[in-house]
């Protein structure tokens, strides 16, 4: 299945100017993150913003290319209601790498976020985990590997067609390796979260992973395993098997 992201037409694409480089933003982002996009613009991470991938509530990711012709994923923070805000503290409370963060700054809690999204990418993709290879933060702006070519980005996996059964084994080798190896909890893991990409999982959104030493690691673990396992046993009749379940308790446990 693919899915061809909304872009700016080939005619305008070639007489490409600095200020196009907004062209597909202007409407929702705000001054701060306007500046943050021509930064990287002008530190040469991000050519050209080409299209919308995905307009989330929280986020936005958009289809980009880098001054080497690659593609990129370009996810922008909205800055963010409050809801938001509701959402995310129960992920950064207890974690000791963002516990400094001022209550009243927003923006900084914002940011922080990206970072964080970008550290765990590293840290799981030092692990040998499948995710996007994470390439440069600023501000509320995170810039990553495209999952997909040409603007269509990969089908998640509720969307995927074929077959699953390699998917669901593969995947649960990635799970080993987040939890045992990179020592994260996803913590919102679920056929909307992982794509696949040339016949392999490849998991996203991982902003929120927890450390293993967060007082709800095993409960977001817990939930994860349930989510995937609903999924596969819905599609190829298979749950996760109750060994890879203990395995990973395990991995948290010691953690
Ligand atoms: N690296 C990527 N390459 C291609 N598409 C991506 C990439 N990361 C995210 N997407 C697309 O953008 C959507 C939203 O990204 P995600 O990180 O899940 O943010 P959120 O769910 O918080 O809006 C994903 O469902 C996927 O379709
Ligand atoms: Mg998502």
Redesign the pocket.
């Known amino acids: 299945m693919r899915r061809k992201v909304r872009h700016i037409s080939r005619e305008r694409e070639e007489k490409l100017k600095d200020e196009d480089l907004f062209e597909v933003v202007e409407e929702v982002f705000d001054a701060a993150t306007m500046g943050i996009v021509y930064k990287l613009y002008q530190r040469k991470v991000l050519k050209e913003l080409k299209g919308v991938?995905?307009a989330?509530k929280?986020?936005r990711?958009y289809w980009g290319k880098g001054w080497d012709g690659r593609d990129l994923?370009v996810?922008v923070y909205l800055v963010a209601t409050s809801d938001f805000k509701k959402s995310i503290r129960k992920y950064i409370e207890g974690d000791p790498r963002f516990e400094s963060i001022p209550e009243s700054n927003f923006r900084q809690l914002i940011y922080a976020w990206a970072k964080k999204e970008f550290r765990n990418l590293k840290r799981m993709r030092g692990a040998g985990v499948r995710v996007?290879e994470p390439i440069a933060f600023m501000g509320n702006v995170l810039v990553?590997?495209?999952?997909?070519e040409e603007g269509y980005?990969?089908p998640?996996l509720y969307e995927a067609e074929g077959d699953l059964a390699p998917i669901y084994e593969d995947l649960q080798k990635q799970l080993k390796l987040m939890v045992c190896a990179a020592e994260l909890v996803h913590a919102d893991l679920s056929e909307?979260?992982v794509?696949v990409w040339q016949e392999e999982p490849w998991i996203?959104?991982v902003s929120q992973a927890v450390e293993l030493s967060h007082p709800r690691a095993l409960e977001f673990l817990r939930r994860d395993l349930e989510n995937l396992s609903l999924f596969f046993s819905k599609r190829i009749g298979l749950e996760l098997p109750q060994e890879l379940r203990g395995e990973l308790e395990e991995c948290v446990k010691r953690g």
Do not use: C, Q, T
Request: proline share 5%; hydrophobic share 50%.
């Open positions: 991938v995905s989330g929280e986020a990711v994923a996810k996007p990553m590997s495209f999952i997909g980005r990969a998640l909307y979260n794509m996203i959104d």
